[in-house]
């Protein structure tokens, strides 16, 4: 009974999304958020990403440059080094 009205509480509530249009105002920027930041953390260089959303300026891709390089500085940040010398 509890799951019958949550799947119909989202039902309703993406219904009322894709009329009102709202869901794509969220979704499409929030997908190439997503994607611009998987290519460019894979490796994809950042004028190819630029040009793949199509935007005027490489300056906007930057951001998601910046995402990338922001995750890694944390990951590098974790990593510690134990003195051990060798007997």
């Not at 260089?45 to 959303?53: A, E, N, Q, R, W």
């Not at 890694?72 to 007997?87: F, G, H, M, V, Y």
């Amino acid at each position: 009974e509890e799951y019958r009205e949550m799947v119909s509480f989202q039902w309703i509530t993406l219904s009322f999304l894709l009329v009102s249009g709202a869901l794509f105002t969220y979704l499409i920027p929030w997908t190439q958020a997503y994607f611009a930041t998987l290519q460019i953390a894979a490796g994809t260089d950042i004028y190819t990403v630029s040009k793949l959303l199509t935007h005027s300026s490489v300056s906007t891709t930057q951001v998601y440059a910046e995402v990338v390089n922001e995750l890694k500085r944390d990951a590098s940040e974790k990593i510690t080094l134990k003195n051990q010398s060798l007997k």
